[in-house]
């Protein structure tokens, strides 16, 4: 029964993430908290693997219609997450032994403020005037979107998109699909580091694949609505996704 309860969650989850590129953790991890006592380890290793899913499947599919066109700043983007996501593991790891009693609530805090910010840019926000074009900047802004990435437990959020348009110049779309990729460096570095002490993390192999499998169906649905939705009702729905993300971890705070 709760693995079909997880299946719904995640693919719910990885079609907002897909298209809004926020990484599926972002709703798999309140959602799964409250409908289940999962310990928060175990949560953060399922919604990992589902959410490198999701991207590789949205990565692929792109690459196949050719929905994005991909250029060297996307690899300088990778390798700063993948170094972004060994820093912020690294610290989460120290933070989740020492902080253990508030992780949950300086996540969800953490979350809500680059929301709100991310909501507040697509309303108001302009591009910097200087955009940080070169590669050692463009790897930075990788970094920063990694370490936070790992530190916010959900695999990519708003603040992706965010630096993205705002540093880069991106349009919309483009900076959803650029975010994905820096999800899926961030996310593969903590779920190597998750092999260390797997022995450690409360799984069951179905529950697993059940997660996974639910990614790809969500990455699929995500990668459809993005494709057929101007930019207009593209924004409109982003932007709502973001308010509901709000109330999301408002309630798993209180209830989760």
Known sequence: MMNLIYFFIVVFANIIGSFSGMG???????????????????????SNLSIIVMCFTSFIYSQWKKTTKYGKDALY???GSLTGGLAGSILL????????????????????????AGIWYQCKGKPVQHLWTKPWKIFCIGAIM?????????????LNVLLLMMLLGFPLKKATSYSLISVLGSV??????SFDHIH???????????FMGSAFVGAIIGILIKKHLNMKNFKKLYISTLGGVILLNIINLFIG
């Open 24 to 46: 599926g953790g972002i709703i798999i991890k309140p959602l799964v908290s409250i409908a289940s006592h999962l310990p928060l380890e175990t949560v953060l290793f399922y």
């Open 77 to 79: 983007i990778c390798l």
């Open 93 to 116: 790891n120290l933070g989740l032994s020492s902080l253990e009693s508030i992780m949950k609530e300086l996540q969800i805090a953490l979350t809500i403020i680059t929301i709100v």
């Open 146 to 158: 990694g370490a936070f990435s790992i530190l916010l437990g959900i695999g990519g959020g708003p």
């Open 188 to 193: 593969s570095i903590r779920v190597i580091m």
């Open 200 to 210: 450690q993390i409360q799984y069951q192999t179905s529950t697993m694949l059940v």
